[in-house]
């Protein structure tokens, strides 16, 4: 299989659609949906009213963050010639570990408001974030994009935009699969019953962080970038290593809890 799509999904009065920003606001809805469910179910403590909000405040810190960190983490020599390439979205670009510390951001001052304990906001809103994850990363697949190495498996696939005509690891698929639709399961599950407070969190940071740097071993750094400390890490790994550490933590403290 080509990996080959028109980018743009339609027009709308000679201004074209792209399939990579549908994926965004299906992920919002999506996060919009499970939360409305999960706030009414008995002793929630959530109201639909404050997840609409809460979707509203992780959406802003999503595409902020994610944006300024795939600019400061994957781009920054770009960024030193030419600053406007920043808030040029549509080019591609966004960082999941910069839109987390953008979300991460966005929920503290979401608890400010709400008076709510900010483990209390971020354990609810993590079994919502896999959705999001899944339909980004089948934006990049639709963009081509995010390709893996050469691989003589049978379902490895052609990305024109590597430049070749080599099968590679559809390395947008794994990630959609893993944190997405696999890590989505695993938190849900988790969450449906009563935990410790850091407990979800944890959980969702371990998860992703162990899917994120696993697939990285079968992804093509970033051009620009390469392979980092010594040959051996990507930025992706690099960046993952922390979380899943956090992770770690997260999940020892909430067993004193």
């Known amino acids: 299989m080509t990996v ?12 074209g659609v792209h399939w990579y920003g549908i994926m965004y606001l299906l992920a919002f809805m999506g996060a919009w949906i499970l939360g409305r469910y999960r706030a009414t179910r008995p002793g929630s403590g959530w109201t639909v009213g404050q997840v609409e909000d809460l979707v509203f405040y992780a959406g802003v810190g999503a595409v902020l963050g994610g944006r300024i960190g795939y600019t400061l983490f994957y781009n920054w020599p770009v960024f030193i010639k030419d600053p406007m390439v920043m808030v040029r979205v549509w080019e591609g670009g966004m960082s999941f570990h910069g839109g987390l510390l ?35 990363r089948m934006g990049n697949f639709i963009n081509g994009e995010l390709w ?21 690891h559809p390395n947008p698929l794994y990630e959609a699969f893993l944190e997405g639709i696999v890590l989505f399961v695993i938190l849900w599950w988790f969450s449906s019953k009563p ?28 051009i620009q970038l390469g392979y980092l400390a010594g040959g051996w890490f990507t930025m992706g790994m690099l960046l993952t290593i922390p979380l899943i550490v956090v992770g770690i933590i997260l999940m020892l403290l909430s067993r004193n809890k």
Do not use: C
């Open 4 to 15: 080959n799509f028109d980018p743009i999904a339609f027009s709308i009065f000679g201004w």
């Open 102 to 136: 953008g979300v991460l951001v966005a929920l503290w001052l979401f608890k400010r408001r709400f008076q709510k304990r900010y483990f209390e906001v971020v354990d609810f809103f993590a079994p919502l974030v896999p959705f999001g994850l899944f339909a980004g």
């Open 148 to 168: 893996g190495k050469p691989t003589d498996l049978p379902w490895g696939m052609i990305f024109p935009r590597a430049g070749d005509h080599l099968l590679r």
């Open 195 to 222: 935990r410790p407070m850091m407990a979800v969190s944890g959980l969702f940071a371990i998860g992703y962080g162990v899917f994120r740097f696993g697939i990285e071993f079968v992804r093509v750094p970033d």
